[in-house]
T-cell receptor, first 115, second 112 residues
Framework: NAGVTQTPKFRVLKTGQSMTLLCAQDMNHEYMYWYRQDPGMGLRLIHYSVGEGTTAKGEVPDGYNVSRLKKQNFLLGLESAAPSQTSVYFC??????????????FGPGTRLTVL | EDKVVQSPLSLVVHEGDTVTLNCSYEVTNFRSLLWYKQEKKAPTFLFMLTSSGIEKKSGRLSSILDKKELFSILNITATQTGDSAVYLCAVPPFQGAQKLVFGQGTRLTINP
């Protein structure tokens, strides 16, 4: 199993450009998440999905859109990139829990720089 | 507002020392607390704690939860340079939410 994979690994954009980050998992997990990580800020949740066809906003959703058309894929889009979106982006997934949150499995990250 | 605060933010020790990392939280309807280790890339899961006073242990790492005082500690004994990493603490914010709120992390550096 590959686990959680992310593409691309690195990207440099100019202000105003758009791009899509792809996350894929082969563990048949129901839940998927997109985080950004900035120095001294820990991981902040952008958007998440509790199943195919569903998405929900996290802590810092502005400037991002997501889609979960297939269970194994979760796409993060930036329609008009801004320098404030320079960050490392992590995707994660977890299986459907019952009474509590289960551990999340993380992808290797995408380092995005917006000039 | 749900909050997770870790301390210290940064810690530098010598190989062989014992360290204690702290995580305090304020969430509605606490269910669990998770610890992750992040080296160069993706965070990897260490422990999940749900009950007060029960220590979870894995090798030289151990963790315990105090639900009355709303904190958890992560202990690492006989530290090695490979323990150098950022240690993250996280909790689910409210009942039914299948997501996590993370603390800022503690950057641990072990010098030989």
């Amino acid at each position: 199993n590959a686990g959680v994979t992310q593409t691309p690994k690195f990207r440099v954009l100019k202000t105003g450009q758009s791009m899509t980050l792809l996350c894929a998992q082969d563990m048949n997990h129901e839940y998927m998440y997109w985080y950004r990580q900035d120095p001294g800020m820990g991981l902040r949740l952008i958007h998440y999905s509790v199943g195919e066809g569903t998405t929900a906003k996290g802590e810092v959703p502005d400037g991002y859109n997501v889609s979960r058309l297939k269970k194994q894929n979760f796409l993060l889009g930036l329609e008009s990139a801004a320098p404030s979106q320079t960050s490392v982006y992590f995707c994660a997934s977890s299986y459907r829990g019952l009474a509590t949150v289960n551990e999340q499995f993380f992808g290797p990250g995408t380092r995005l720089t917006v000039l | 507002e749900d909050k997770v605060v870790q301390s210290p933010l940064s810690l530098v020790v010598h190989e062989g020392d014992t360290v204690t990392l702290n995580c305090s939280y304020e969430v509605t309807n606490f269910r669990s607390l998770l610890w992750y280790k992040q080296e160069k890339k993706a965070p990897t899961f260490l422990f999940m704690l749900t009950s007060s006073g029960i220590e979870k242990k894995s090798g030289r790492l151990s963790s315990i939860l105090d639900k009355k005082e709303l904190f958890s500690i992560l202990n690492i004994t006989a530290t090695q340079t490979g323990d150098s990493a950022v240690y993250l603490c996280a909790v689910p914010p409210f009942q039914g939410a299948q997501k996590l709120v993370f603390g800022q992390g503690t950057r641990l550096t072990i010098n030989p």
